[in-house]
């Protein structure tokens, strides 16, 4: 057996899990052919075996990739400085918008929609998540009351709290009702609504 090329910065690597995250997306696991794939990456179908040899290895590569695109997003939102409304403001307003993207649930739906098959793989998507965007804003948090700027005895019911109040109509709604359905509101403007009750709950 030929040994998998392991060089995850070859560009030929990204370029099929780029079109592979687009198939999955469009027509789910099961309807995922490798072929045409391999042909819209521009490379033949034994190189694109070379780096991922089933469809099941090349599903986790998507999911895994596009975890760490979520994070890489979500690494430049939050401030180091400013009021707890400013920080939470950007930090969650940042939040909003990116589980509002319609690209992002359709990720999601993805990854719900083939738990049963990859439980493995839905579980350690949703551990990333909840580390990369959860684990921020409790560290926010539980800084922002040591310096006693916010009241806060439970950090992580807190940012739970705060982050359910945008995840709701920016995400979730969507996400059973279709994309087609817009919010009235933006999503920093829900954001912003979501903190003001936030600070006058926490706010010293």
């Known amino acids: 057996m030929t040994a998998l090329v392991q060089d995850f910065d070859d560009p030929r690597r990204a370029a099929i899990v780029r079109q592979a995250r687009l198939h999955f997306i469009s027509e789910g696991y099961a309807g995922t052919r490798m072929e045409p794939i391999a042909r819209e990456a521009g490379v033949s179908t034994a190189t694109l075996y070379a780096f991922f040899d089933s469809k099941a290895v090349l599903f986790e590569a998507v999911i895994d990739n596009a975890s760490e695109d979520f994070a890489n997003h979500m690494a430049g939102v939050h401030t180091r400085s400013g009021t707890p ?58 800084e922002m009351t040591r310096s006693g700027q916010m009241k806060v005895d439970k950090p992580s019911w807190a940012a739970g709290q705060l982050m359910g109040m945008v995840e709701h109509p920016v995400f979730f709604v969507p996400l059973v009702t279709g994309d087609d359905v817009i919010a009235e509101r933006t999503p920093r403007a829900i954001a912003e609504e979501a903190v003001d009750t936030f600070l006058a709950r926490y706010a010293v």
Request: charged letters at 30%; proline letters at 2%.
């Open 85 to 142: 409304r400013e920080r939470l403001n950007e930090f969650i307003g940042g939040y909003a918008e990116f589980m509002s993207n319609s690209f992002v649930r359709s990720v999601f739906r993805l990854v719900l929609a083939e738990r049963p098959r990859f439980e493995a793989i839905a579980m350690r998507f949703f551990e990333r998540g909840r580390s990369d965007f959860g684990a921020v804003l409790i560290g926010m948090l539980t």
